[in-house]
């Protein structure tokens, strides 16, 4: 098991920069999958961005090239930054992590991208 705490959401300009980081409760190094996901309203919840312990990492296409993920082992921790921010990308944003068969969920920050 594991819990997980986000932190770093909150209201930006389009076109500005968020950091999101996300602090797991146990070592990371036994986690396989590090993920963000996010949920605007009214929407389905979609896969932003994962990272796999050994290395591989995915993105959504729309946020290609705008986002990094990166996965620090030895402090438990993943981020996400975010550039070029648009009103699209307003959500909640969730971080997940896979360990063997069980899919652990934090709270929850919220992105909101607006001028």
């Known amino acids: 098991q594991v819990q997980l705490v986000e932190s770093g959401g909150g209201l930006v300009q389009p076109g500005g920069s968020l950091r999101l980081s996300c602090a797991a409760s146990?070592?990371?190094?036994?986690?396989?999958?590090m993920n963000w996901y996010r949920q605007a309203p009214g929407k389905q919840r979609e896969l932003v961005a994962g990272?796999?312990?050994?290395?591989?990492?995915r993105y959504a296409d729309s946020v290609k090239g705008r986002f990094t993920i990166s996965r620090d082992n030895a402090k438990n921790t993943m981020t996400l930054q975010m550039s070029s921010l648009k009103p699209e990308d307003t959500a909640v944003y969730y971080c997940?992590?896979?360990?063997?068969?069980?899919?652990?969920w934090g709270q929850g920050t919220q992105v909101t991208v607006s001028s």
């Open positions: 997940t992590a896979v360990i063997g068969p069980g899919d652990y």
């Open positions: 146990r070592s990371s190094f036994s986690i396989q999958w």
């Open positions: 990272s796999y312990n050994i290395g591989t990492i």
